[in-house]
C-alpha cells in the first residue's frame, strides 16, 4: 500500500515561487506514475504533472507548462513540483497521486490513481 505525504504550500504573490514535496512510502515498479492534482473550490480536480516512477517522461497541462517543473529522487522516495511564476489562477489544495502500473501515459484522469495524499494549500496573491 502506497502512502502518501505533502508539504510546501503556503501564501505567496502573484509572481512568486514554491516547491512542493511528496514524501512516497510502500513498493513501487518502475511502471508506475506519480503525478500532482489540484482542486480549487467549486471546481473539478486538475491534473498539474505527472512523472514516470522508472523516469524518461514527465507530462504537463497546458496552464502550467513552462512554469512547474516535476521532479524526483527516488533515492528517498520523494516527487516534487517547482512551481515559478505563480498566478492567482495557479490558487487551490495540491495533491501528490500514484498511480500503479502503465506509466504516465496521456491521457490520465484522477480516477486513474489509487492512491493520494492529504494536500497542501497554494494560495497565490494578486
Known amino acids: 500500500q502506497v502512502q502518501l505525504v505533502e508539504s510546501g504550500g503556503g501564501s505567496v504573490q502573484a509572481g512568486g515561487s514554491l516547491r512542493l514535496s511528496c514524501v512516497a512510502s510502500?513498493?513501487?515498479?518502475?511502471?508506475?506514475?506519480m503525478g500532482w492534482f489540484r482542486q480549487a473550490p467549486g471546481k473539478e480536480r486538475e491534473g498539474v504533472a505527472r512523472i514516470n516512477r522508472g523516469g524518461g517522461g514527465t507530462y504537463y497541462s497546458d496552464s502550467v507548462k513552462g512554469r512547474f517543473t516535476i521532479s524526483q529522487d527516488n533515492t528517498k522516495s520523494m516527487v516534487y513540483l517547482q512551481m515559478n511564476s505563480l498566478k492567482p489562477e495557479d490558487t487551490a489544495m495540491y495533491y501528490c497521486?500514484?498511480?500503479?502500473?502503465?506509466?504516465?501515459?496521456?491521457?490520465?484522469?484522477?480516477?486513474?490513481?489509487?492512491?493520494w495524499g492529504q494536500g497542501t494549500q497554494v494560495t497565490v496573491s494578486s
Open positions: 497521486a500514484h498511480r500503479r502500473g502503465g506509466y504516465c501515459s496521456p491521457p490520465l484522469e484522477s480516477r486513474d490513481f489509487g492512491a
Open positions: 510502500g513498493f513501487f515498479y518502475s511502471s508506475d506514475c
